[in-house]
């Protein structure tokens, strides 16, 4: 009995250092101009930044292969100019891809219990009860990318507010932000719920022009 616990002991532990390994990455809001895909709707400019490659993916979130498992970011910015206080729900926004598909976001936490149950950037536990081991909060993935998620949230006049949407493709060597379309049918007024929208980017302007394609 003693010889199983301490057996747990030593895997929970390596557990602990692998998540205490990863390392919170900053993300800079630009000018909006900076932006090629973006629009603007009623005093309120919404902008997105596909990160399309690992090597672009690894520069928010510290996982190396979180495109090549399937699990595209997408970076949305929003500035409201307006003087209304307003309210994104992100369970209605949609990538609508080239060939008409419509792929709904994927869950911060959903994506860290899939890409860091088998340890950070690829490396594993030689255990076979990894997958079934809790993911703390503490110094782990799961805070950084939960806190970067674009969660429900009201933006406030003359505010900037910003997140990560996480789009899963099953084909992760075909750019699934190739073609596609950000899709999100409105904002609505704090208090009366009036719509402001909807808003549609095309992602195209902000990918690379002769690669549209993850290396």
Known sequence: MKSWLSILWIVLFGFVLLAADYQAKTVKILPAESYPARTELGGVTIAANPYSTNKKSFTAFDIKDLNSRGYFPLHVIIWNQSSIFLTIRTRNVILITSSGQQLYTTPAAVVVDDVVKDGIEGRSLSSEKNDQLPISKSGSPL?????????????????????????????????????????????????????????????????????????
């Open 143 to 215: 805070a950084d990318f939960t806190n970067k998620e674009l969660a429900n949230k009201l933006v406030e006049p003359g505010s900037v507010a910003d997140g990560f949407l996480f789009f899963f493709t099953s084909d992760p060597k075909k750019n699934p932000f190739a073609g596609s379309t950000l899709f999100i049918p409105k904002l609505e007024e704090e208090g009366t719920h009036k719509a402001l929208g909807p808003f549609s980017i095309p992602l195209d302007p902000a990918l690379p022009k002769a690669k549209n394609n993850m290396p």
